[in-house]
């Protein structure tokens, strides 16, 4: 069960996330900013994002859809996404970030949220499903977000690009404490890749950088680089990228390989 506490908390943090974001950003826009914000420490109430390959996500939503909840409350809601929210850039498609069991029953009941934008119930497992192989197709990477170093506290499924989440330029920035690897990584056989002359559609996918052209025009993998989204396999028109279970996933406490990867 969800204390009251929890829920005041999360209510706060979505007050205050718009103007966190900013601040994110603001802090991103000038190099000497950047330095000292990568430098700074987050606090462990703070939100984290595992990112998962589509087919994990599904499986995450079938999880959600399967519990007795003993209630009416949603399993499910989207709403547009905050980070464009809070910016004010806009990228299709907008709705995109999906609020989990506690954090959808508050804002599809709170008079007053952050976001300041209504949510939409997702009835079910096979709607969630759907869109989030549309967002697959649409280039964006899924992470899912939990806090207070907890998967008791997960609460969102975040749908991110490179041009607006301000997480992911975090990140790409040198902050490496807020977006994590997920359980998955990717599998190369260079011998099936018909080269980035004639497809280049991993490079293209791959929002953090892990792919390149290597020796005779044929894409290769920088494993340390490689968060597990799965964009590049599920493109990859000769099967030369498959999605392997990582042998050093490190949030098996909060995020199980049991419901991610079945």
Known sequence: PVSRGQYIQQWLYGVCEPYILRATQFMLNDPK?????????????MPREVVVTTEAACRFMDFIYGQE???????MAVTKCVCQTATGKFREPVEKDMALLYTANLYTTAKITGIGEPYRIIETAEEAKQMLRYFDECGLVHAIMYCHSSGRWTFVVCNCDDEICVPVQAYKA???????????IISLDSSKCKGCSSCGKCIERCIFDAN??????VSTVDYKKCLGCGLCASTCPTGARQIVRRKDYEHE????????LG
């Open 174 to 184: 040198g902050r490496r404490d807020q977006v994590l690897a997920g359980p998955e």
């Open 253 to 260: 406490d909060k995020l199980t390989t049991r419901i991610l």
């Open 33 to 45: 900013r950047s330095k000292l914000f990568n430098k700074m420490a987050t606090p462990k109430s």
């Open 69 to 75: 909840l003993g209630n009416d409350s949603p399993r």
């Open 212 to 217: 390149s052209i290597g020796i005779g025009g």
